[in-house]
């Protein structure tokens, strides 16, 4: 399956490049100002304003009769001559010998106006005073210079030189500053988007497709509440009445996906066992890990629910509540012996959702110890001969070795993959550690995608499609419980020992 090299613009979500731009937009306000910086040195070292200076003649033949294209011909012949006298040796001495200078501190130039025999002198330098006292110098020794171009034509000075004011190579420094300021911007928003499309995530759902290398069991949509309700904790189960029918329903229909999908392939005597991992932090596996076993608690007798995830564990936020006695599952791996009623001792049931509990109270430091050990194997043997699906929420495989040991445990293994999080190169490799354990790995959960080019219809009561919520580990929040609606309670029966 090809994952790289190769860029569809159905891969790529609109939403993601927003979201990638807001989360780095001091990167883009960094460039402008750097832009605007460099353009300021860059002026303040490349650019010298020059001022002009200059004074009119008026070309006439001397012989009265003469003709105006005689005039013209003869400015044109005066211009070209004066120019060449302004740039000779004999110009740059007279103007050198009156400012009192060893060498020319500027230019001079001379042109006709158009079609006319007006001919312009122009004397540019650095500073205004230069450049007036210039022109002044070639109006006082025009006489005397006419007398070196030609005998045929007369030079009458019209207008007088004049001291400039502004720059004759005028530059609009806050229109450059502005300019270059824009282009930086603009530059970084165009890295950004090459950043976005290259680091090669899953942000569609046709791009999950065909970079990974797997079955899409789901696609869970994005949930957003009203203001003021909580998108964190017991608000994002299932047995929420705030959460919406088509995020409620994406679950049963993944019940519904690994029940068919485990009548197809040979299982252990007992219950299925379901490991439910992601690539990286953040992705969600602990939700969907909560909702999968919910749904399943909603058709089956008996189902439980594991937070294996014994470095952070997450899922007694999500319920709200704590384990339920002692350290729950770390207590469970710890004891020295381990049997039927240690395990019904730690674990809760809450009849309201028909579902069996096992958590942890608090992070721990020797987690791959804990979950490698034989008393791991023998709490699964004992849940597998009273459970009909269990349901592990472990780890994050690609970040911790942790979930290798379970992997090899359990029956069935999907892979939460949350939009534009990991790189598809990065979940296949995950996937084929989960291939090469005995687990059988059932395909993908494609978590908290939106799309800006697909507008979800509202609920009736003001609620939106999709799901917004920080989880995995870093986030800080503590879940509240929430009430459960119109929920058909169940009976459970420990079948080892008669437990209800």
């Not at 309700?229 to 409620?248: D, E, W």
């Not at 990286?280 to 189902?303: P, Y």
């Not at 004891?335 to 028909?354: M, R």
């Amino acid at each position: 399956m090809n994952t790289k090299n190769e860029v569809r613009a159905s891969d790529i979500e609109p939403r993601c490049v927003l979201k990638l731009i807001l989360q780095n937009i001091y990167l883009v306000v960094l460039a402008i100002l750097i832009a605007s910086m460099a353009a300021v040195q860059v002026m303040e070292i490349t650019y010298k304003p020059q001022y002009s200076s200059s004074t009119t003649f008026v070309v006439q033949g001397k012989s009265g009769t003469a003709s105006s294209n005689s005039n013209l011909s003869t400015a044109n012949e005066v211009a070209v001559l004066f120019s060449d006298l302004l740039k000779s040796n004999l110009m740059r001495n007279i103007i050198c010998r009156e400012l009192g200078v060893s060498y020319m501190p500027g230019t001079i130039t001379a042109s006709v106006a158009g079609e006319t025999n007006i001919l312009e002198v122009t004397s540019t330098a650095s500073s205004p005073q230069t450049a007036y006292k210039m022109a002044k110098i070639v109006e006082e020794q025009y006489s005397e210079l006419s007398e070196y171009i030609t005998n045929s034509a007369v030079l009458q000075a019209i207008n007088s030189a004049q001291v400039s004011i502004e720059p004759s190579n005028y530059m609009n420094r806050n229109y450059v500053i502005a300019l270059s300021a824009i282009g930086g911007g603009f530059a970084m928003l165009a890295l950004l988007v090459i950043v976005c499309i290259r680091r090669d995530t899953i942000q569609t759902r046709e791009g999950a497709k065909h970079k990974l290398d797997g079955h899409i069991l789901v696609t869970v949509p994005h949930e957003k509440f009203k203001k003021g309700i909580s998108t964190k904790g017991s608000n994002l189960l299932i047995s929420s009445a705030l959460v919406s029918f088509f995020f409620r329903e994406t679950f049963s229909r993944l019940q519904l996906s690994i029940e068919m999908e485990s009548k197809k392939k040979s299982q252990k005597p007992g219950a299925t066992v379901i490991l439910v991992t992601s690539t990286t932090a953040n992705e969600g596996k602990s939700t969907v890990s909560a909702n999968l076993a919910l749904a399943m608690a909603q058709k089956h007798n008996s189902v439980m629910l594991i937070d294996a995830d014994l470095r952070n564990p997450t899922q007694m936020r999500l319920f709200g509540r704590s384990a339920a006695r002692g350290n729950g599952l770390t207590g469970v791996l710890q004891a020295e012996y381990l049997d039927a009623s240690t395990v019904i001792s730690a674990a809760h049931y809450d009849e309201e959702k028909n579902l069996i509990t096992l958590f942890n109270s608090q992070p721990t430091d020797n987690a791959a110890d804990l979950l490698s050990s034989d008393n791991m194997e023998k709490l699964l043997d004992i849940a597998r001969r009273s459970m009909d699906f269990i349901v592990i929420d472990s780890p994050p495989l690609g970040m911790f070795a942790d979930s290798d040991s379970l992997a090899g445990l359990v029956d069935e293994s999907i892979l939460v993959v949350r939009q534009d999080v990991a790189a598809a190169a990065d979940i296949n490799d995950t996937v084929d550690l989960l291939k090469q354990s005995k687990t059988t790995f059932l395909g993908f959960v494609l978590n908290d995608f939106r799309s800006l080019s697909i507008r979800r219809p509202r609920r009736s009561y003001g609620y939106h499609f999709g799901y917004g919520y920080g989880y995995g580990y870093g986030y800080n929040y503590y879940g509240e419980s929430g009430k459960h609606h119109g929920h058909r309670s169940r009976t459970v029966h420990d079948k080892s020992d008669g437990r209800r």
